[in-house]
């Protein structure tokens, strides 16, 4: 797997260790431990961003940020769970496959347009 895609997958994830941060930091110590998680975030973002689209980079830190934080809400955090936030979570990841797809083919029109 290329080294930009991990960072895709690092991204996503510390995000949503940040987000779980901020609904159980109670004291002002978690913060410490908040804070460089989210510049760490940050910086695999930007380190995926030079190498990948990022369009597509921030359309997958975005969805995994609210699909992550959906499903937190229910498994973590005891939410309810309707067929309504089921479907817009298909929609969601739908639309991050769909963008990846469209970003793909524009790679290779540009790919063959450069051979030609």
């Known amino acids: 797997m290329d080294r930009a895609w991990i960072y895709v997958i690092l991204t996503s994830l510390f995000e949503l260790v940040w987000i779980f941060g901020f609904n159980v930091a ?3 110590w978690h913060w410490i431990i908040i804070i460089p998680i989210i510049f760490l ?6 380190k995926a961003c030079e190498k990948l689209p990022t369009g597509t980079v921030y359309a997958i830190f975005a969805a995994a940020g609210t699909v992550g934080t959906a499903l937190m809400d229910i498994f973590i955090f005891d939410r309810d769970f309707s067929f309504a936030k089921g479907f817009f979570i ?3 990841v739908a639309g991050v496959i769909a963008l ?3 970003d793909n083919n524009t790679t290779d029109e540009q790919t063959e347009m450069r051979t030609e």
């Open 26 to 28: 109670s004291a002002w």
């Open 41 to 46: 975030d940050f910086m695999f973002l930007s």
């Open 90 to 92: 298909i929609v969601i």
């Open 100 to 102: 990846k797809l469209a």
